[in-house]
Every structure is written in C-alpha cells, then in structure tokens.
C-alpha cells in the first residue's frame, strides 16, 4: 500500500508484529515477533489488499519510533518493511499503563481465568475507576486509528480482552465496516464474570457485541460468553445448528452478532525447520549432557499465574517421592520465561516458581543426578531444544485459552525424537483438540498429576509414539493462516 491510500484489511491489537529499543546515541533497532498472526498477517498480503496493523507503543523505543513517523505510520517512514504496514499509535504512558496494567492485565485476564483469591480481590474503587477510564480512553484511540485508516467497507480484525469496547466505538464512527474480534483467552462463566460491576460488565459485552462476528478458540468459551450476555442484560441466544448468534439492543446494529469458534494451531513445518537450526543442536547438546540417557519432562511457559507452574513442580516431587523407582531415571526441565513483570502477582509468582525449585533439588538431588533444571530467562533455541529430547510434556494450567505448547511440543518431538506422552489440564483450549490422546488432568490435583506423569513415563513407547502421531496432526491442524483466512472469509 502506498501514499495515504486507505486498507481494505486491518489488524489491531495491543502488542503488534514489531518493537523497537533505543541506543544512547538515539539508533533505533527493530526486532520482530514471528508470532502466528504476522505469518498470517503476511499471507493476507500476498492476495494484494491493502492491510495495515494497528497497535500500540509498548515501550520507549516503541513511543521513540512513533514520534519519528508522520501519523505513527511505521512503513511510510521507512521503519519497517511495506509488505507489514504498521500504524503504531502513541498512547500516553499513564493511560496505557491503567489500560493495560490495570484493566487488561490485572482485572480482565484475572476474571477470564478465574485467578482471584476472592475474600481479597477484586475491590472496585476509585483507582479502579480511574484506570476504568483510561481502558475506554485507548480504547478509543484505537477506534479512533482504525476509522481513519479504514477504506468503505473494509474488514476490521479485533484481538483480545485489551480491545473489548472497539467493535462498538469503532461501529459508531464507520457503520460501513465489517468488524470482527477475536478473545485468545477463556471466558468465564455467568457467576464469576459477573464479579465485574455492572457498568464494566456491560460495557464489555456492548463493547463485543457491537462487532459483526465474534470469535473464540473453543466452543467453551464461546458458549460462555453467550451466556454472560443473556445473564447480564437478557440477550437473546442462537446455540442452534445453523450457526451461533446472539441478539440484543445494547448491540447497536439490527443484524444479530455472529459467533465463531476458531481453533488456533502450529504452522509445523516453519517449527520444524526452526527447530533443526545449529542454535538449537547447540543448546541441545549442553542439555544431553545435563540429562544423559535419563526420561525427559518438559514444560514451557510463561511465567504466568494461569500456567499452574508451582503445582506442576509440587506434582513432579511428589511423583518421586510415591513413585522412587523414577529416582535417577528422570529429569524434569521446567523453562519459565518473564512475563508482565510490572504486576506484584507476577513477580511474586516467579519467586515461588524458583523457591519450589530450589526444594525440590534439595530433597532429591544427588552428586550423580539433578532432578530438575530450570530456567528462568527466555531463549527460543533453548525451548525448541527441550522439545527435541521430550518424553513426557507437561501442560497443566489452571485455565488457558488455548495453550500453543501442547501441540508444539508433540510436533517437534514427533518429527525430531521417538514422541512424548502428553499429561494435559482439562481447564486448557486445546483439550478439545488433543483430549483423547492426552492424558488429562485436574489441574488442581497434584496427587492425579503426579499419577498421569507417572503414566506417561511408564507408557509403551510404541503407544507414546502413535500418540504423539496423533497429537501432532491435531496440533498441526490449524495453522495461523488458515485461521486468519477463515475469520476474514466469516466477515
Ligand atoms: O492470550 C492472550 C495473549 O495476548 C496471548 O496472545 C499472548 O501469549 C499473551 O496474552 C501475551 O501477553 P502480553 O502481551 O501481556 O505479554
């Protein structure tokens, strides 16, 4: 796209496809995500239209690079290649922060996972009010982008819990536009979503419903969030077989909202192909020699409340302290990225991750054998490694949209290795996918998840490998592509 053409497809979500950091000499240097939405994004461009991806200024080198370009258009200033046009938006630090810290992260994303220990939290007052107000004020900023950017009658792809009042925003400034949103969390159901007062309660399902389709990773969720409507306000709901809908005044169009389950899986082959690269061989090697010839466990994630990372340590001691005979025959690699480091939850968090580990090496460790190696800094190559040389994966979180591991895992391990059982929480998107090749926990069991990884280390390795065939396939099922495609062919 060139000039001040407009787009005919656009994109917005909070973190966008690139981020910027800042030398002292005032260099700006890029670095892309390779996430699934910028490979999908890219293939949308490959039909010719026009597409622009709005999203917001994270950091200060971010906020530096939307200063230098003239409407915060990356692209046209040369700062990111013109196959990914980029309108970054400059959003004061102090409203992104309420917006983002406060509402996105730290009430939202709490409620769709059901995290609070509720005879403390939430207690909405007035700072809750105030970073109320900066939510609905990036959230029309980001109306406000998409409106300018937009060409008549342009497809408009929503992301996520950070975006939830832009359907209805934007809706009021273009009627003409085909607006869609998609939530890569969970929802919660009536009882627990309706811990939000009233007035935010509405103004997210408003907010969503003011979109032509709606869509979810899983029938679940989606289920879910028709149910917050008719409990909240009285919508009407459409469970039927010729499609979901939901139908409501507070909607601000006639047309009922559409609603879709999408299913996000792995582009495989582009993992394989990362995964066979001489960094990963390289970091592969170091964790042969720290394994030897011992079962592996591997878990990758985010170090995030939902992921369930300290029960899984605690179930991983008990399974050796029930089952001794897996004493020196195993080693579990538990790898713990950095996440939302701003929030006091998530710091607290990695302090529990790292002090359940530090006990269990303690009680279990020998001279000639470390139970468990963790790791707490983020490194790709690293996590493609530990796949390459996993037997069993562990995914238990308490609850996840969907949770991308669990099919990444038994990709590389399939294609790389002999296979690897896979000990999956019920409370994870993927379960629908991946159940019956799995084995399935309660993600609040540690007795039962010591019991399934105990399963799976015993498990035939010819029934580990035709099972992990299986999961891979699933998991391969649904590249980001595809899923991008088919949302833009529903609206
Ligand atoms: O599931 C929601 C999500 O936006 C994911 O797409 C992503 O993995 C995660 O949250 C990242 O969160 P943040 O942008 O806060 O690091």
Same mark, same amino acid.
């Given at each position: 796209?060139?000039?001040?053409?407009?787009?005919?497809?656009?994109?917005?979500?909070?973190?966008?496809?690139?981020?910027?950091?800042?030398?002292?000499?005032?260099?700006?240097?890029?670095?892309?995500?390779?996430?699934?939405?910028?490979?999908?994004?890219?293939?949308?461009?490959?039909?010719?239209?026009?597409?622009?991806?709005?999203?917001?200024?994270?950091?200060?080198?971010?906020?530096?690079?939307?200063?230098?370009?003239?409407?915060?258009?990356?692209?046209?200033?040369?700062?990111?290649?013109?196959?990914?046009?980029?309108?970054?938006?400059?959003?004061?630090?102090?409203?992104?922060?309420?917006?983002?810290?406060?509402?996105?992260?730290?009430?939202?994303?709490?409620?769709?996972?059901?995290?609070?220990?509720?005879?403390?939290?939430?207690?909405?007052?007035?700072?809750?009010?105030?970073?109320?107000?900066?939510?609905?004020?990036?959230?029309?900023?980001?109306?406000?982008?998409?409106?300018?950017?937009?060409?008549?009658?342009?497809?408009?792809?929503?992301?996520?819990?950070?975006?939830?009042?832009?359907?209805?925003?934007?809706?009021?400034?273009?009627?003409?536009?085909?607006?869609?949103?998609?939530?890569?969390?969970?929802?919660?159901?009536?009882?627990?979503?309706?811990?939000?007062?009233?007035?935010?309660?509405?103004?997210?399902?408003?907010?969503?419903?003011?979109?032509?389709?709606?869509?979810?990773?899983?029938?679940?969720?989606?289920?879910?969030?028709?149910?917050?409507?008719?409990?909240?306000?009285?919508?009407?709901?459409?469970?039927?077989?010729?499609?979901?809908?939901?139908?409501?005044?507070?909607?601000?169009?006639?047309?009922?909202?559409?609603?879709?389950?999408?299913?996000?899986?792995?582009? @495989?082959?582009?993992?394989?192909?990362? *995964? =066979?690269?001489?960094?990963?061989?390289?970091? #592969?090697?170091?964790? +042969? /020699? &720290?394994?030897?010839?011992?079962?592996?466990?591997?878990?990758?994630?985010?170090?995030?409340?939902?992921?369930?990372?300290?029960?899984?340590?605690?179930?991983?001691?008990?399974?050796?302290?029930?089952?001794?005979?897996?004493?020196?025959?195993?080693?579990?690699?538990?790898?713990?990225?950095?996440?939302?480091?701003?929030?006091?939850?998530?710091?607290?968090?990695?302090?529990?991750?790292?002090?359940?580990?530090?006990?269990?090496?303690?009680?279990?460790?020998?001279?000639?054998?470390?139970?468990?190696?963790?790791?707490?800094?983020?490194?790709?190559?690293?996590?493609?490694?530990?796949?390459?040389?996993?037997?069993?994966?562990?995914?238990?979180?308490?609850?996840?949209?969907?949770?991308?591991? @669990?099919?990444?895992?038994?990709?590389? *391990? =399939?294609?790389?290795?002999?296979?690897?059982? #896979?000990?999956?929480? +019920? /409370? &994870?998107?993927?379960?629908?996918?991946?159940?019956?090749?799995?084995?399935?926990?309660?993600?609040?069991?540690?007795?039962?998840?010591?019991?399934?990884?105990?399963?799976?280390?015993?498990?035939?390795?010819?029934?580990?490998?035709?099972?992990?065939?299986?999961?891979?396939?699933?998991?391969?099922?649904?590249?980001?592509?595809?899923?991008?495609?088919?949302?833009?062919?529903?609206?």
């Amino acid at each position: 796209m060139r000039g001040t053409e407009k787009a005919s497809v656009l994109l917005a979500s909070n973190r966008g496809p690139v981020s910027f950091t800042s030398s002292d000499d005032g260099v700006l240097t890029a670095k892309r995500g390779g996430g699934g939405l910028v490979s999908g994004l890219s293939s949308v461009a490959a039909d010719g239209a026009g597409q622009v991806w709005v999203c917001a200024a994270l950091s200060d080198g971010d906020r530096e690079a939307a200063e230098r370009c003239p409407g915060g258009r990356l692209d046209r200033a040369g700062l990111v290649d013109s196959s990914m046009p980029v309108r970054l938006l400059d959003i004061d630090p102090e409203t992104l922060h309420g917006a983002y810290n406060g509402v996105a992260n730290s009430t939202l994303w709490f409620i769709q996972h059901m995290l609070y220990a509720t005879p403390f939290a939430p207690a909405f007052g007035q700072a809750a009010a105030l970073e109320w107000d900066a939510y609905t004020a990036y959230n029309k900023a980001f109306a406000d982008a998409l409106a300018d950017e937009a060409a008549p009658e342009a497809r408009v792809l929503v992301q996520d819990y950070h975006l939830a009042l832009v359907p209805k925003l934007l809706r009021d400034l273009r009627p003409d536009l085909r607006i869609g949103h998609f939530s890569h969390t969970p929802w919660a159901p009536p009882d627990y979503f309706r811990i939000l007062p009233d007035h935010i309660a509405d103004a997210v399902l408003e907010g969503m419903l003011g979109a032509d389709y709606l869509g979810f990773l899983t029938e679940r969720w989606a289920r879910a969030f028709m149910d917050c409507c008719v409990r909240q306000f009285g919508a009407q709901a459409d469970y039927g077989p010729a499609g979901m809908s939901v139908s409501s005044d507070r909607a601000g169009h006639e047309t009922p909202t559409r609603i879709g389950v999408h299913g996000l899986g792995v582009d @495989a082959p582009s993992m394989i192909e990362r *995964a =066979s690269r001489s960094d990963v061989d390289d970091r #592969l090697a170091t964790l +042969r /020699e &720290a394994v030897g010839d011992r079962q592996v466990i591997v878990r990758v994630d985010r170090t995030e409340l939902s992921k369930n990372i300290v029960r899984g340590l605690d179930a991983y001691a008990d399974l050796l302290r029930r089952y001794p005979e897996w004493r020196g025959r195993v080693v579990h690699i538990a790898f713990a990225y950095p996440s939302r480091y701003d929030l006091p939850e998530y710091r607290d968090y990695t302090a529990a991750v790292t002090s359940t580990a530090k006990e269990i090496s303690d009680e279990f460790g020998t001279p000639d054998w470390q139970p468990l190696i963790l790791h707490v800094e983020d490194d790709f190559a690293r996590s493609l490694a530990a796949y390459r040389i996993a037997d069993v994966a562990l995914v238990n979180p308490i609850r996840d949209g969907m949770n991308l591991v @669990a099919k990444e895992i038994p990709i590389i *391990a =399939s294609a790389t290795g002999g296979g690897c059982g #896979l000990v999956l929480s +019920r /409370e &994870a998107g993927a379960f629908a996918e991946l159940g019956e090749d799995a084995l399935v926990v309660n993600p609040y069991d540690i007795t039962g998840t010591a019991d399934a990884l105990h399963e799976a280390l015993a498990m035939d390795r010819d029934e580990r490998r035709a099972r992990c065939g299986r999961l891979a396939a699933a998991g391969a099922a649904l590249p980001p592509q595809q899923w991008l495609a088919d949302q833009l062919a529903a609206l």
